[in-house]
């Protein structure tokens, strides 16, 4: 799931809501959770709503929303779940509920006779209520802490409720390290300067320069062509002399092979890489300048250029270690369209 809501300057959700997006792997075999049950509750109750080619959420009153909603809804869908999995609302170990209104989880879980420590932190501190994806945000960041045999429950509301019930396995235990929500919300950065964040969700109009007029229009066709380069960061990896680059050729780049045709994929987004060489340009257009890219050499001896993100401008150095991360390379505004590609960031402490 993934969501980009607007909110008007100044509004509380504005200072609520959060840009976010989570996703999760669905399997039946070595799974970390099992799907124990889901029920769901249709009504016709409208919380909130945007109308067509309007830009923001319409909000309507919280009281009524609590009380006609969460504490009715909420309820009834769990119950019914229990009923259905044959599973005490006492057994639940981890209370999945995104809700803006102060309290709510709380209320809800005291109801029903989940146990308070159950609740889980709705992360509206940290990333603020991502929307449509939240839920899956607020399941995964509850994988990260669950232990074998623990269950969590989790409720998405809007147009009645719905309730899935998940309980961890043993293999929970044998999950490599990741990032995940927790992870990633610790390698964040603060911005502290609201122009530059209006700037960013298009509420202001700013003049970036003619070096903004460059077209930037996306060829489809080559990145289709082009896909697993593009969008997996393959490279290729000489099978002769075992020598890896970016991009793949036809010709191997070591100059005492220079085999043909003797390629094969290799990829290189979970490979540990350090900056090479950089630059801080603050003539290049950037809708967050300076721009700053350079030579990134991997652990596998590959070299390419790329952009370079996360880095305060004046803490960028030689040899420092970086990772890949996937992001909004360029964002053709004539024809809206955005497209990604890879990016050097920090290296996290949590792969």
């Not at 124990?36 to 945007?50: E, K, P, Q, T």
């Not at 429950?153 to 009645?160: E, N, T």
């Not at 996306?218 to 393959?234: C, G, H, N, V």
Request: charged share 25%.
């Amino acid at each position: 799931g993934a969501d980009h809501r607007q909110a008007r300057s100044a509004s509380v959700q504005e200072l609520l809501f959060g840009d976010g997006a989570a996703a999760v792997t669905l399997g039946k075999k070595g799974v970390i959770a099992k799907f124990l049950g889901a029920h769901s509750i249709f009504r016709d109750l409208v919380d909130h709503y945007r109308g067509q080619g309007a830009k923001y959420d319409y909000q309507w009153e919280e009281r009524w929303v609590r009380e006609e909603g969460y504490f009715k809804l909420v309820p009834n869908v769990i119950e019914a779940l229990c009923g259905k999995t044959d599973v005490s609302p006492g057994d639940i170990d981890h209370f999945v509920m995104p809700c803006l209104i102060r309290n709510v989880r709380e209320n809800v879980a005291g109801k029903i006779g989940i146990p308070t420590e159950a609740v889980r932190d709705n992360l509206l501190a940290g990333c603020g209520e991502t929307g449509t994806a939240h839920p899956l945000v607020m399941l995964v960041d509850a994988l990260q802490d669950a232990q074998p045999g623990q269950k969590i429950l989790v409720i998405g509301f809007g147009q009645g409720a719905d309730a899935l019930l998940f309980e961890t396995t043993d293999r929970i235990r044998d999950l490599p390290p990741r990032k995940g929500i927790k992870g990633t919300l610790a390698n964040g950065t603060v911005e502290k300067n609201y122009q530059k964040f209006l700037s960013f969700t298009d509420k202001v109009d700013i003049y970036w320069g003619m070096r903004a007029e460059a077209g930037n229009k996306t060829r489809l066709t080559a990145a289709y062509r082009d896909r697993k380069m593009f969008s997996a960061l393959i490279g290729g990896k000489c099978k002769k002399c075992e020598t890896v680059q970016f991009p793949p050729a036809h010709i191997c780049v070591n100059p005492e092979c220079r085999a043909k045709d003797s390629q094969e994929d290799y990829p290189l987004a979970d490979s540990p890489a350090k900056i090479a060489s950089y630059t801080v340009d603050w003539l290049a257009y950037s809708p967050n300048p300076p721009l700053v890219f350079g030579m990134i050499e991997f652990e596998e001896g590959a070299k390419f250029m790329m952009q370079i993100t996360g880095f305060d401008p004046d803490e960028v150095e030689f040899g420092l270690p970086v990772e890949m991360v996937f992001r909004i390379k360029n964002f053709d505004r004539e024809r809206n369209f955005r497209s990604y590609f890879w990016k050097a960031a920090p290296r996290s402490n949590s792969n």
